[in-house]
């Protein structure tokens, strides 16, 4: 009797076995494909794919594709177009800044007391000041006179005490930055000028702190540049959004002899492998104070790359500039009084709502992809 036990070669349990896993494999894809979330989760990834827009652009003919390239082109051209459009921005800018410094010259004169205002000069329109005359008309002589008395033995300090020391009290992120030994420095400020650079020259900004003569150091300006870019990126020129710093330079305080509030001394127990004895020595380390804003981070250069820390402290400190240039300088006063701060507070409380409301669109972000970026970009035309 013939072996059936072989079928073309192949063993009869052989072929058995590949007929059951067969039919084990589709009962459990079967299972599988019946579960509902299973499904909504692999449609859900289909959707996905389908609705992406690089997905999309591969399915074009390669005519389309072709064009769109050409727009691409286009793209290019057109923000190199926006890059002159920002360097011609400067440019005005710089005119400008020559017709406001005669009045920040001035309001220089009346914080230092150098000059005094006129009558016409003071004369200020308050909100409340309809309900100020009409409480003073009810008012009897004698308490009139009574404060003509009081108004007469009020202290009259010279300018406005401690003008710019109260504005970095008041804005929130440049407090951050004074420590109490800073304090007693800041009192000396006098004037916080900004300079564009010359035609020709290449974009950039400084910050000039002008002192009174001190007990903690020589300089009579502390300084610090900030350098800018107006061009596209020629390995991103899609990036581009306008004019950016990408670097700043402080410089060097002359610090009177044990007045350096950026260092401190600290003592250190050193014992001698040898001997065994011990002695104890003093050395400088870096202490936190404002004035290190006049030493920054250099931006990385070809080839080196800072870390996270070092990019966020160079962001910040971009972001510091900016504020000094863009709000503090041209609205002192405001910053001074409160008033600015009360406008920035409401305007940010509008845009949170707004983020809030594009969160619930874009569920599904993660934080994680946020990249930081030390430079800070903006539109030079003021709101």
Excluded at 296 to 318: Q, V, Y
Excluded at 358 to 366: A, C, K, P, Q, T
Aim: hydrophobic share 30%; proline share 5%.
């Amino acid at each position: 009797m013939a072996d059936n036990s072989f079928s073309d070669g192949v063993p009869s349990d052989s072929v058995e076995t590949a007929k059951n896993a067969s039919g084990d494999a589709e009962k459990l894809t079967d299972q599988v494909m019946q579960n509902p979330q299973v499904l909504a989760a692999l449609q859900e990834r289909l959707d996905n794919v389908s609705h992406t827009p690089s997905s999309y652009i591969e399915t074009l003919p390669k005519a389309v594709k072709r064009r769109i390239n050409a727009l691409k082109q286009l793209q290019v051209r057109c923000a190199h177009i926006e890059a002159k459009f920002y360097e011609e921005v400067h440019d005005l800018e710089r005119k400008y800044a020559a017709l406001y410094q005669p009045l920040f010259d001035k309001r220089r004169e009346f914080i230092t007391g150098d000059v005094e205002p006129t009558d016409a000069e003071s004369e200020w329109h308050s909100e409340n000041e309809e309900e100020e005359e009409l409480a003073g008309d009810m008012k009897s002589k004698v308490v009139i006179a009574e404060k003509e008395a009081a108004a007469a033995e009020e202290p009259n300090p010279k300018g406005i005490p401690e003008f710019w020391f109260t504005i970095f009290r008041n804005v929130d992120m440049l407090s951050e930055l004074v420590q109490e030994y800073d304090e007693p420095i800041l009192k000396h400020l006098q004037d916080i000028k900004v300079k564009f650079s010359d035609p020709g020259q290449p974009m950039s900004f400084v910050l000039e702190f002008h002192f009174e003569p001190n007990d903690y150091f020589t300089n009579s300006v502390l300084t610090k540049t900030y350098k800018m870019k107006s061009e596209p990126d020629k390995a991103d020129p899609f990036s581009f959004e306008g004019p950016e710093i990408v670097d700043c330079e402080g410089c060097t305080i002359d610090w009177k002899k044990g007045k350096n509030v950026t260092v401190k001394t600290i003592k250190k127990k050193q014992k001698h492998k040898g001997r065994g004895t011990v002695r104890t020595i003093t050395k400088q380390v870096p202490n936190e104070s404002f004035f290190n804003f006049f030493s920054p981070l250099k931006a990385s250069g070809d080839g080196e790359s800072l870390d996270e820390d070092s990019e966020f402290t160079l962001a910040s400190d971009f972001e510091i500039g900016h504020f000094f240039r863009e709000r503090i300088v041209p609205r002192a006063v405001l910053y001074f009084t409160g008033e600015a701060i009360e406008d920035d507070d409401n305007f940010e409380e509008g845009e949170e709502g707004e983020e809030e409301e594009l969160e619930g669109d874009e569920e599904g972000e993660d934080e994680d992809d946020a990249e930081i970026n030390p430079k800070v970009r903006w539109n030079f035309i003021h709101t």
